[in-house]
């Protein structure tokens, strides 16, 4: 009967603090790519760690099915918690460390107040930025914190969120150009242009056909011919001799 009693006494004996706070992704709706393939976004832990002016805070990412493990005894920046092998040999790394001075109280008005998880790209493999917040390696799920560091010594933590899941792009191979609405239209109307627009050429071509045939074959001028005028002589001997009259 002493056991559970025990357990729950024992973030207290510690001195961890239990914050009333669980991460979640944001619902600003200003930003896409909410989830990514190697990426998601939470909101910052804005009035949660009020108090804890000289502490450092921490992100904890983990595997869905390490969470429950994780020791917040484990120091950011070790190989222990290093970014690097996970999720191989570490099942949960630490970092986007702040200071509350990051997390100011109350948030104003129109401020974007969000972290984005994994937009790191050029440490995934510097052994010497163990605390990388590096694209995350596959869909997940994960399951992530903030854990708050006094030098070494934790002093407090939220909950754990729930999991969360990336997304998965698809293979080239399974993208139907017919099954869709949208793809079905666009095909129709293209057939729709492209004939119209056959039509159209057609139709120029042979206007400039005949213009050049009408221009190589009647280019001739026709003039109307001068009218040809015939006089008539009257032969003024003839008249005089008794037999023409």
Avoid at 14 to 29: C, M, N, V, W
Avoid at 106 to 111: L, M, Q, S, T, V
């Amino acid at each position: 009967t002493m056991l559970p009693l025990l357990l729950l006494l024992l973030p207290v004996a510690h001195g961890i603090a239990e914050l009333g706070y669980t991460p979640i992704l944001t619902e600003s709706p200003v930003l896409e790519g909410l989830t990514t393939a190697s990426t998601f976004v939470l909101e910052q832990p804005r009035c949660i760690f009020e108090g804890y002016d000289n502490a450092d805070i921490w992100l904890v990412v983990a595997l869905d099915t390490a969470a429950s493990a994780f020791n917040n005894s484990a120091r950011p920046g070790t190989p222990e918690t290093a970014f690097q092998d996970f999720p191989d040999s570490v099942h949960a790394y630490m970092t986007l460390n702040a200071t509350l001075a990051n997390y100011p109280c109350p948030k104003r008005a129109g401020d974007i107040t969000v972290l984005r998880v994994g937009s790191e790209t050029s440490c995934t493999q510097d052994a010497a930025r163990p605390t990388c917040n590096g694209p995350l390696p596959g869909p997940g799920p994960y399951r992530v914190k903030f854990l708050a560091l006094e030098g070494s010594e934790p002093v407090a933590e939220t909950g754990w969120s729930a999991p969360i899941t990336l997304r998965t792009a698809k293979s080239p191979s399974a993208i139907s150009t017919t099954d869709s609405g949208h793809s079905g239209g666009m095909i129709a109307l293209t057939t729709i242009l492209s004939t119209l627009f056959a039509i159209l050429l057609a139709g120029l071509v042979a206007m400039l056909v005949f213009w050049g045939s009408d221009s190589c074959g009647g280019s001739s001028t026709f003039s109307k011919p001068e009218s040809v005028t015939v006089r008539r002589y009257n032969t003024h001997h003839v008249y005089d001799q008794p037999a023409a009259r």
